[in-house]
């Protein structure tokens, strides 16, 4: 399936993975990787307080008919 999204194979993804090791080092990865976690955690929530509050609006709006 990844191939058919983004059409890379094993050898470019490899090569990726080499420039990023090399870019960052192996130390920098890991701590790469909790940022980007907590980024989506944030967005995540961010997305269930919206949604949260769309639904209480609709809540409010059918209560008021």
């Given at each position: 399936?990844?191939?058919?999204?983004?059409?890379?194979?094993?050898?470019?993804?490899?090569v990726?993975?080499?420039?990023?090791?090399?870019?960052f080092?192996?130390?920098?990865?890991?701590?790469?990787?909790?940022?980007?976690?907590?980024?989506?955690?944030?967005?995540?929530?961010?997305?269930?307080?919206?949604?949260?509050?769309?639904?209480?609006?609709?809540?409010?709006?059918?209560?008021?008919?």
């Open positions: 399936m990844f191939n058919l999204v983004f059409g890379m194979g094993g050898q470019e993804l490899l990726i993975g080499l420039i990023i090791l090399v870019f080092g192996g130390k920098k990865i890991p701590e790469l990787m909790r940022g980007l976690g907590s980024g989506i955690r944030e967005f995540n929530n961010a997305k269930n307080n919206i949604e949260a509050e769309v639904k209480e609006n609709m809540k409010d709006l059918d209560s008021k008919k």
